[in-house]
Every structure is written in C-alpha cells, then in structure tokens.
C-alpha cells in the first residue's frame, strides 16, 4: 500500500483504488461520491478543469463527469481537458457530463424540445456493459433542458425515453459512457447496479474500500505521522470531535489532551455524558474549562443572534487558548473537519482538491494558535463518520446524537439568555428529546429541540390566571440540513410532549409546533 502525507494539509491519503468525479456544478456531485463509496470504492470531487496529466498524477481507475447547470453550447461553460479522453481511464458522463461528452468527441447537443424534469420510462436500447442486468425498462429521475440531438458514427444510444431519444451512450472504441438520467438518486431505484456496472465492469475496480481498514490504517499512519508529538483535540459533545478524539486515542493514547469548554449552553446532562465516556471508556487527558460564568457575562443584555455568535466564539477562542496553554509540549491541534466541509469551503471545486487540500477551519479556532492541524475524518462523510465512531467503539448514544450548533442554547434562547430562561429551556429540551426517542423516532429525525420565545401569553391552571413563556418545538427531517421539511409526528406524541413540558417546567403555558420548511424558515430560531 503506498501513501502520502502533506504537510500543509495535515492529510493522509489511504485508498489505493479511487474514482474521481469532476464537479461541473452539479448540486448531486457529493451524492454520486458517496454512491461510489457505498459500492466500497473510494471517491472524490476534484475541480472540473484539472488538466489530463494532473488527473493522470492520481491514477484513478475511472472518472465521473458530473451534472451543472450549464449548456455545452453556451460561451464560457465549463469544458474538461480533452485530452484525458486519451488517457485509456473509464470515463461516465451524466447529465451535462453527457452532453459534454458527446460535444467533444462530436456529436451534437441542443435544446430540448420538451424539458424534462422529474420522473420518467427508459427504455433499454442495448444490455451491454453499463445496463447488463437492468430490466428492459426503468424508471429514472431526469432533470435537464439540453440532450444529445445526435451522435457521431463512434457513438451508440444505449437507451431512450419518449422525449429523449439517446438517453445513455456508449463510445464504441473508447471506454466512455453517458447517462442522460441520474443514476445517482433514489429516484432511480436501478441508479446503484449502474454505477456498479460502471465501477467493476467497465473500470474493473475490486472495491476494497472498507471503513474497518480505513480506521487501523488510519490509526497506524497518524501513530506514525505525530510521533512523540502531543496533540490538543476540542470535544464539543457532537460525533465529529468525538470521533476524532477516539481515533487519535487510539493512534497516541495519553500523548492526546482533550478540551471540553463547558459554556453553560450546553443540553442538559451533555457534558456530563462527553465526560464519563472520555474518562471511563477512552482514559484520555481530559481538560474540563468551567466557563458558564464568563460567557453568560459576555452575553448579559445581548438579544441580536450573529451578536450573541460573536460573543460567545471570541469567549470560546479565549477559554481554549488559556487551556492549552497550560498544557505542555503541544504541536498538533485536532480538528474534526469532514468531507463535506472541504468540499464547501471550495477546496474541492476552487482549489486542486486533488493534489492540494486546502485547510478550512470549521472548529472556529484561528490559525494564530500556532499548531499544525490534524484532520483524521476530512476524506470523509457524515454517515462515514458514524460508522468509524462504532469501529472505534464509542456507543451509539454518543454515535447518533443529533447535531447541535456551537452558540448551543444562546440561539435557541430567543431575546436575552439568562441562566434562569436557559434551565427552563434546558428542561423543556430533555423532554422533547427523551420522549422522541420514547417514541423510537430520534434516529428519523434528524434534529429535535426546543426554543423558549420571548414571549408571555395567558394561561389557566387549577383557578388560577398565568402569564407564562411560551416554547416552540422544533423538529426536522434533512439529508443535507440545507433543505429541510418539519417532521411529520404523531400527533399523540405531540400531545405527550405538550402535556410533560406544561406539567413539568415551572414557568412554561404554552407549547407550539413548529410547521415551517427551510427555506423559506432556517432550522434554528435565531
Ligand atoms: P439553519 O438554522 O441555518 O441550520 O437552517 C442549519 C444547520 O446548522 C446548524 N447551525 C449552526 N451550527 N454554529 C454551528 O456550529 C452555528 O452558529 C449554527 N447555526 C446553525 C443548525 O443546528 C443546523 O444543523
């Protein structure tokens, strides 16, 4: 196994057999790299104009054209180095990929006669190569407004629908197809045994990429890169830290101090949970800051939400340095950047994704504090991530917790935060949570929590008038947080959260239901 460390990019690169995809804007890119990873071969974005001998550099064993919003014909549109056709490596077009593929090596693309977008019948024109096993006809999600019109005599339509007649194609002397379709979304329930085709058939991939294997050689190589070095890794209680704390735990054990700036935003019995599984499961050097004080003060009459961000990330920044600078000898800062981070910082699409990792700084702690980085998961998804966290061991209370924003409670705390509003919100959370996972429906949903609103109403209770807060329950259902609908819960389990969060948290009358999507809404309040 051969791999390479750079320096600048506190990266490893493990696989030996990759695909890259060429990213021409296309808003699937990162799903079709997770498609390949799922069939167990490694995948990345890389820039769409990297030139043949830079993708040569990296050996792939095939390449995906991506979809974009553009149209070949169209002045400026993004082109890929015609020369990598020459290079003898597999390449699949989809979508615009296609049409780039058939208006470089000649064929013709236009408008379409009828766009097409949404589901649609393929019919199944010839089962070699990418269709072998495919049912004569499938359903398939298409979303374009161009097609191929007509290709040269070097090409052959492998398929048609009723508005597209080449609505796949095969070069008859190159390695080089195309899909009209996305074989990439659900929507196209045979998507996988295509890019299964595409991946062992055509690019005679063995699909050995394994997460188990990543984690060992991960561990191994990282044990090696730091050496005798001590590293610093902030847990912030969410999956990405933790899973990066237990990795390099295991890389370097007590060589590994971790921070936890407890800044009384936290959900309640959260730190105590990221405590006992840092201290009793994985023995590491665990520094615990008692901040609340400090940042409660910092936000004391701050009502402006992006006020509040930037008061508690510079108290944050302050806590963590004072920490670590008590600690000794320390080289690395650990950082649980993902994948997907990388690739929207614009390393990936602006940068050379594949021969220079740009460093993007998600955990909020600036460059001045003088360490290099280490960024064990940043090759990697969300759902990766989690199924390292299980190879690792950490339990699946830790693995699956829904994500919770660094200003925590303060922007869920809507108006001032006090440490009074912040346990009633505290309280009313738990209960959401603890009857959503009651329910057996946390892991469907993909974020769960309460918002105290600033905001009193009239209420009853026994003879009594009140005049109490009022808290809105959010929940959400999201692949990408980008976009998201409202869980659809029951209403019984609505009406047990209603009832608990009256009964149970002094101060509170009146429960919402939170029934916006995003957009036009965001998840979070403020
Ligand atoms: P919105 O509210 O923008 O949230 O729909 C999308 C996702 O981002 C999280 N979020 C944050 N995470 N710091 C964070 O670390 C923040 O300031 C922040 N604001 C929102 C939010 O919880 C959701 O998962």
Redesign the pocket.
Known sequence: MTSTATPESGQLSIARERVLVLDFGSQYAQLIARRVREQNVYCEIVRHDLSAAQIAEHAPRGLILSGGPSSVYAPGAPKCDPELFKLGIPVLGICYGMQLVCDTLGSQVTSAPAREYGRAKVKVLSHDGLFAGVADEMDVWMSHGDQVTKVSDDFIALAKTATCPIAAVKHKSLPVFGLQFHPEVTHTPQGNLLLHNFLFGVCGCTGTWRLGDFAKEAVAQWRQRIGEGRVICGLSGGVDSAVTAALLYEAIGPRLSCILVDNGLLRKDEQGAVVAEFTNHFKADLHVVHGEKRFLKALAGVKEPQEK?RRIGHVFIECFKEEAAKIKDVQYLAQGTLYPDVIESGAAQNGNAATIKLHHN?G?LPAELGFDLVEPLRDLFKDEVRRLGGELGLPDDLIWR??????GLA?RCLGEVTKERLEILREADAIVVNEIKAAGLYRQT??AFAVLLPVQSVGVMGDARTYEDAVAVRCVN?DD??T?DWSHLPYELLARISTRIINEVKGVNRVCYDISS?PP??????
Not at 402 to 407: K, L
Not at 521 to 526: F, M, V
């Open positions: 961000r998600v909020g829904h994500p919770f924003p660094g200003p922007v993909s974020q999201t947080f980008m998201a995003k809404a965001t998840i979070e309040w403020e």
